[in-house]
């Protein structure tokens, strides 16, 4: 506690800025603790359940190609951006940034890269999805493997040259001396709001292709009912929305992950305790990547056979091994 006396009045007042500085390092110690925690285990998971996903969406076979080669992309943008997870760990146990510049800008260039990427090929697959209700008929002449695999291939160098000039080149990046901790953080200029812009206007288009797709599979629907109604003889062909559900829960997972990232890319980090809040922020939005992975093992029963099967026969082939 701090004591002081007015010069004018000679009345004596005390401050409790003693007790707020304690109260503070308690708040950004706990933070800090569960941050730590929590990004531990969000890493472990990508790192465990997104290779079996990779490897087990070969297997199966009742998942479209050039669907697959989508779910692949976005599968292996989130691996990649729990590897890169690996350099923040330090700072986050060290207390300080103990990589150097040119790592800093490394991890600058690899956050936005690879989140980039993924909310990107977010949008592909729901692009992929409207065009297989939209166009039933159509959709594979319109979407061949040939044309995904250029997709995704224009996607990720597109992505790649855009960070690297933007944030590697012109070194984004720094390594801040503002504050007690040596912390990797990036310039607060007009790189701040590419970032959150292009955001933004991906998760609209993604939520207006979606309502485009909740229509037009309700008008199919009454058409087939109203048909069946008829007594025609013919029930016509029932719609399997199965899929498109599983895109459409796993896009709302990514929005409520990315919405606490998007604030925090406002967020200043002028001190250790904002630092960590934003830190805690772009940990949720790491979830994001083990999360997809058990929405499709839960939403989808042939990629649950298929990693059944997978981890049987891993299993089997241990036994031999260490048996003989």
Known sequence: METTQSSDEGIIV???????????????TTLLILVKVLAVLAIFLCVLL????LVTLRRVTSIQPTTKIFMASLTLSDLCNSLCWILLLTELFAGSWLLGDFFCVVYGVTFNLFNGLGIFSLLILTVDRYIAISHALQYPSIMTVFRSKIIVFSTWAAVSILCILVFGIHGSHVVSLDTPHYICLGRYDWRLYLPFTLLVITIL???????????????????IAAENQAGNGQGGQRINTRSTTTIIIITGTLIITWIPTAIGMLIPRNTWTQYLAVMFMNVLLLCNGWLNVMIYY??????????????????RSLQQRFLH
């Open 14 to 28: 005390t401050s409790n800025r003693t007790e707020d500085n304690v109260e503070n390092e308690h708040t950004s």
């Open 50 to 53: 997104n290779p079996l996903m």
């Open 205 to 223: 288009s993604i939520f207006i292709l979606y309502a485009c797709i909740a229509r037009i599979a309700r008008n199919q629907a009454r058409r």
């Open 298 to 315: 839960l939403r989808n029963r042939d990629l649950r056979q298929a990693m059944r099967t997978l981890l049987s026969d891993w299993h």
